[in-house]
């Protein structure tokens, strides 16, 4: 079955070719021409991924990506003409899990779109253990369930996305072990070396709000000052 | 030796008008100082002699007169008062009250005087300096008196007055310099931080003003220069945005454009062998359009963002070889020193632009690079594509790292380049504080280098 595919872009010409372009690399794609009109393709039509372009009418970009990550995980590339560092980081605080600016080839596309659907941990080889205990607090453990694809703090599951859950199980795939953000990008995004390292930054932000008890003050997720970043299990 | 007398600077123009000015004040009023009481000082002393000349010449007439007395005889009785020496002269006979004077020192003009019957002055220049001479006729005795007043005390205390004249006039000359020196640095310092404030505008801080001032004088200078600033920061952030907007105006149609031609491409079978060519035509086209396009936007961002420069540690060995991996070039292009010392602080994605437009840049005109080194130079690390083509000509080696400026037969051959590309590294290279420049190559053709600030992991 073919993976359902939304595209949200105000430009005709390039919504139009864009369709015709990833119709065939076989995805299924539906059309959004606004904002509104993005929110209620996606709670009626519940896509696999999404492609969002920041500048539409009324609605722009971000809030789309705000409302729809309210209940929904899906991977969501950002599609962009401004490079500008302000855009690109506000887009992905607003939780965009990849972007590429205008004007891309399709390919760029289609790749990211497959590196974000790639299951957590497929391309490891290593066996991991069933559930992992990230924080063994007594009240409110906080336990990763990869095969389950979950994160349980306590009772309640916390909210991940797709690419946020794929970043916290290549950390804790070696615990206390150091990675470099390029190797980060690598492995969650299959970015290559001239990928951007912000991405990482955010997407850690993203996840510490998530997982930590005092997300201004991390102490699962630890920044190595020049390295990258490295996860310590309580 | 020679003076300079080449241009002088303000300060020194105004530290020498005040010198001269003083220094001209205070010799006329020193001057006139000396003039006027040298000849106050003079009278007096030329008016007491006088009058007590007078009076010897009176005592003596009335002793002459009485007694019949000797002329020699009395004028050893005569003490003379106020330090005269008194000469008398009798027919033929002279007298002296001292062996300093004598008959030899009567100026002859003063003797006629007396001879004619009338009193008379006349100044001399004696053995023992200058001297007043007072000749009184004693006409009832028939003796010529002279009475010989010494002005070498007065000599003295004028020349005292002199020196210390001079001397105030030359302190007050160096005063007159002093405040010069200090009006000039009062003067010269608005000057001064107009220069400072430019050149750091030059240099790129754009949000540089003058501090607002209270001083009626330079009020005007300060708000003239800082509308001036503001008026050029506008007009480049105009341009640089202008560029960006339109840019960014032209991205939307060619990504409509591109994934059009990418549908078209992927039914490349269903077309006829004219469409195919005419597609692989546009393909071309499209991806030369596309370089073009971003070569603009990234000059617009290299001059519109400050802070382009900074980046993360990356090795550039390790970008080279990326670089050329990406490009589908061969790795051995490649001769470098090992990763680790090779680090610059760079954004990742404007030096991975400025190394590939340096290898397009050879296969344009050079025919392809022969060679890519990477070396630690001390403080630097030196990314250098050798070619095998032409060279650049020595004239030449400046201008093609301008804007729209090409070699010389590119026009000729038809090959693509907008000519933006050598100017992305240079301002690349500016941005990271480093440099780009062309050189000989050691096999004959071009070296193009770009040289980064050595950093730190």
């Given amino acids: 079955m073919p993976l359902r595919l939304l595209v949200v872009e105000d430009d005709d010409s390039i919504r139009t070719a864009l369709r015709w372009a990833l119709e065939d690399e076989g995805y299924d794609v539906a059309e959004a021409v606004s904002g509104e009109d993005a929110v209620r393709a996606v709670a009626v039509a519940a896509p696999?991924?999404?492609?969002?372009d920041l500048m539409?009418?009324?609605?722009?970009?971000?809030?789309?990506?705000?409302?729809?990550?309210?209940?929904?995980?899906l991977p969501i590339i950002v599609v962009s003409a401004r490079a500008d560092t302000h855009d690109i980081v506000a887009a992905l605080e607003a939780g965009a899990d990849d972007y590429v600016t205008k004007p891309f080839e399709v390919k760029e596309i289609t790749a990211r779109l497959r590196a974000l659907r790639r299951r957590a941990g497929g391309g490891t080889a290593e066996r991991a253990p069933e559930?992992?205990?990230?924080d063994a607090d007594p009240a409110a453990p906080l336990v990763l369930n990869e095969a389950r694809g979950t994160v349980h703090r306590g009772d309640t599951q916390v909210p991940l996305t797709l690419t946020e859950f794929r970043l916290l199980c290549e950390l804790a795939a070696s615990p206390g072990r150091v990675f470099s953000r390029q190797a980060l990008l690598e492995r969650v995004w299959e970015h290559g070396f001239f990928g951007d390292e912000r991405i990482v930054d955010v997407h850690v932000r993203r996840l510490?709000?998530?997982v930590e008890t005092d997300p201004s003050a991390p102490q699962l997720v630890i920044t190595v000052r020049g390295l990258g970043y490295r996860l310590d299990p309580r | 030796m020679r003076l300079a007398l080449g241009p002088r600077g303000l300060r020194a123009r105004i530290v020498l008008g005040f010198a001269a000015v003083t220094l001209l004040v205070s010799v006329v009023l020193v001057t006139a100082t000396f003039l006027l009481a040298r000849s106050y000082l003079?009278?007096?002393r030329e008016a007491s002699l006088t009058r007590q000349a007078f009076a010897d010449a009176n005592v003596l007439n009335s002793r002459l007169a009485t007694a019949g007395t000797d002329v020699g005889d009395l004028l050893a009785e005569l003490v003379p008062s106020g330090g005269a020496d008194v000469v008398l002269r009798s027919g033929d006979d002279w007298y002296s009250s001292t062996l300093d004077v004598g008959a030899r020192d009567m100026p002859p003009d003063l003797q006629d005087i007396v001879a004619g019957g009338a009193a008379g002055t006349v100044r001399i220049d004696g053995p023992d300096g200058p001297a007043l001479v007072v000749g009184v006729p004693l006409r009832a005795v028939g003796v010529e008196f002279y009475g010989v007043g010494r002005l070498t005390e007065l000599r003295q205390v004028l020349a005292t007055l002199s020196a210390v004249l001079a001397a105030s006039a030359v302190a007050a000359t160096a005063a007159g310099a002093g405040f010069g020196v200090w009006a000039s640095r009062r003067a010269v310092q608005p000057l001064e931080q107009v220069a400072g404030a430019a050149t750091r505008i030059a240099g790129g801080e754009l949000a540089t003003r003058l501090p607002p001032t209270d001083d009626p004088d330079l009020v005007a200078i300060v708000a003239g220069f800082n509308s001036m600033v503001d008026a050029l920061a506008a007009r480049i952030e105009r341009d640089a945005r202008f560029v960006g907007d339109v840019s960014h105006e032209l991205r939307s149609p060619l990504t409509s454009l591109v994934t059009s031609v990418e549908v078209l491409g992927s039914r490349r079978a269903e077309l006829s062998p004219r469409a195919g060519q005419a597609l692989t035509l546009v393909e071309g086209e499209l991806r030369r359009f596309r370089r073009m396009l971003?070569?603009?936007?990234?000059?617009?961002?290299?001059?519109?963002?400050?802070?382009?420069?900074?980046?993360?540690?990356?090795?550039?060995?390790a970008l080279a070889r990326e670089v050329l991996a990406v490009t589908g070039r061969p790795g051995e292009l490649l001769e470098g020193d090992p990763d680790g010392e090779t680090l610059v602080r760079a954004d990742k994605n404007s030096l991975e632009r400025a190394v590939r437009n340096l290898l397009d840049n050879a296969d344009r005109h050079a025919g392809g690079a022969r060679r890519v080194t990477v070396q630690r130079r001390e403080d630097a690390v030196v990314l250098a594509v050798d070619d095998a083509g032409p060279g650049v000509p020595l004239e030449d080696r400046e201008r093609i790292f301008e804007r729209f400026a090409r070699g010389a037969g590119a026009a000729r051959r038809s090959l693509p380049g907008a000519g933006l590309g050598l100017a992305i590294v240079a301002e690349t290279a500016a941005r990271h504080g480093g440099a780009a420049w062309v050189a000989d190559g050691p096999d004959g053709g071009a070296r193009f280098c770009l040289s980064l600030p050595a950093g730190t992991p």
């Fill in chain 1, 131 to 134: 559930e992992i205990v990230l």
């Fill in chain 2, 42 to 44: 003079l009278g007096q």
């Fill in chain 2, 294 to 317: 971003d070569d603009l936007l990234q000059l617009a961002r290299l001059d519109g963002d400050a802070t382009a420069g900074s980046g993360l540690p990356v090795s550039m060995t």
């Fill in chain 1, 48 to 52: 696999d991924l999404m492609v969002v």
């Fill in chain 1, 208 to 210: 510490r709000t998530k």
């Fill in chain 1, 56 to 73: 539409l009418g009324s609605m722009d970009g971000y809030a789309v990506i705000r409302e729809v990550r309210r209940d929904h995980d």
